[in-house]
T-cell receptor, first 120, second 115 residues
Framework: DTAVSQTPKYLVTQMGNDKSIKCEQN?????MYWYKQDSKKFLKIMFS???????INETVPNRFSPKSPDKAHLNLHINSLELGDSAVYFC???????????????????FGAGSRLTVL | AQSVTQLGSHVSVSEGALVLLRCNYS??????LFWYVQYPNQGLQLLLK??????LVKGINGFEAEFKKSETSFHLTKPSAHMSDAAEYFC?????????????FGAGTRLFVKA
């Protein structure tokens, strides 16, 4: 099936540990994103990559390091996990080419099912 | 920067009743606006989007939204609620910065449907 798939779906870990979440899309999209959804369902963009290039980096602690080996994959590595990192992390993709005007802003996001991270 | 405000974190309707979820936007340029739905333990999926082609936008599952520039609103409606509509609904707007477009989401409105 064509989709955005992310693993693992659930992740429970101790404070101070390092963990990674992987994301893959087979939609042929150029741009991929990481969003964080907190316990109140608020969604905030963290990063955006276009063709392996980082184009959006919101104010995110440098403990979070995204990596895009190719345009179909965007992984998120988190060092020294803290309690406040507990959230659902969503990967998404869109067909737009960053930086171009026109209908890029009308591009629809396709989301993965989310990865629920619990830090104890 | 663009932003959206969703009025009401929770809305409860009876099955068969009208659904109205409110969204107001703030934008210095003609906006691209979206409604997404999130079912429990799932990612978001698009309901509909406004791109200035028509002010009344029809989406999936019988939902529609009307863009009203004078009111800076983009409210979501459905004439008759179904139990399966119970979910979290997010209004969103595209915002452009030097890196490109990013989608900004409202805080969400949880829709409850009573039998």
């Amino acid at each position: 099936d064509t989709a955005v798939s992310q693993t693992p779906k659930y992740l429970v870990t101790q404070m101070g540990n390092d963990k990674s979440i992987k994301c893959e899309q087979n939609l042929g999209h150029d741009t991929m994103y990481w969003y964080k959804q907190d316990s109140k369902k608020f969604l905030k963009i963290m990063f955006s990559y276009n063709n392996k290039e980082l184009i959006i980096n919101e104010t995110v602690p440098n403990r979070f390091s995204p990596k895009s080996p190719d345009k179909a994959h965007l992984n998120l590595h988190i060092n020294s996990l803290e309690l406040g990192d507990s959230a659902v992390y969503f990967c998404a993709s869109s067909p737009d080419r960053a930086g171009l005007a026109g209908l890029s802003g009308a591009n629809v996001l396709t989301f993965g099912a989310g990865s629920r991270l619990t830090v104890l | 920067a663009q932003s959206v405000t969703q009025l009401g974190s929770h809305v409860s309707v009876s099955e068969g009743a009208l659904v109205l979820l409110r969204c107001n936007y703030s934008s210095s340029v003609p906006p691209y606006l979206f409604w997404y739905v999130q079912y429990p333990n799932q990612g978001l999926q698009l309901l509909l989007k406004y791109t200035s082609a028509a002010t009344l936008v029809k989406g999936i599952n019988g939902f529609e939204a009307e863009f009203k520039k004078s009111e800076t609103s983009f409210h979501l409606t459905k004439p008759s609620a179904h139990m399966s509509d119970a979910a979290e609904y997010f209004c969103a707007v595209s915002d452009f910065n030097t890196g490109g477009f990013k989608t900004i989401f409202g805080a969400g409105t949880r829709l409850f449907v009573k039998a």
